[in-house]
């Protein structure tokens, strides 16, 4: 299902990638991958996003830099369907974001641990070897 409304503003790959802060590249490979999608090319054309298209990109953007892998994003997309509803990507998008919530909490127990440690240990090398060695930090 092609979004394109008559009248519709196509924007080159280029401009789109410009405006983002990605490179052509990127696109191609999100392209390539199925979590994006451009407005079918005729004959030699330059690849072109709608605006629709361009929130489609901003959204990935987001998912990126919320810590989605490109098979989460591929599952999103297989959950978003051919329908285009975002009514069925949003339970499973709710899933992934637990799921990365509770692996941000174990890596972040594990980095209050190793903390603990280290303060620990430096504690021992202070009382072990006196305070000229914190004057060498």
Do not use: C
Not at 12 to 31: K, M
Not at 46 to 53: A, K, S
Not at 82 to 89: D, H, I, L, S
Not at 97 to 105: S, W
Request: aromatic share 8%.
């Amino acid at each position: 299902m092609d979004i394109i409304n008559d009248g519709e503003e196509i924007t080159s790959i280029g401009e789109v990638a410009a405006a983002l802060g990605l490179t052509t590249r990127t696109i191609r490979y999100w392209e390539e991958v199925g979590i994006i999608e451009s407005v079918p090319r005729s004959d030699g054309a330059t690849r072109g996003f709608t605006p629709y298209y361009v929130r489609r990109i901003k959204f990935i953007i987001k998912l990126k830099e919320l810590g989605l892998t490109i098979k989460e994003m591929q599952d999103l997309y297989a959950a978003y369907g051919e329908a285009k509803q975002t009514e069925r990507m949003v339970p499973r998008l709710v899933e992934i974001l637990d799921e990365h919530i509770e692996k941000i909490d174990d890596k972040m127990a594990r980095l209050a641990s190793l903390r603990s440690d280290i303060v620990s240990y430096r504690q021992h090398m202070l009382n072990k070897f006196g305070t000229s060695t914190a004057s060498g930090a």
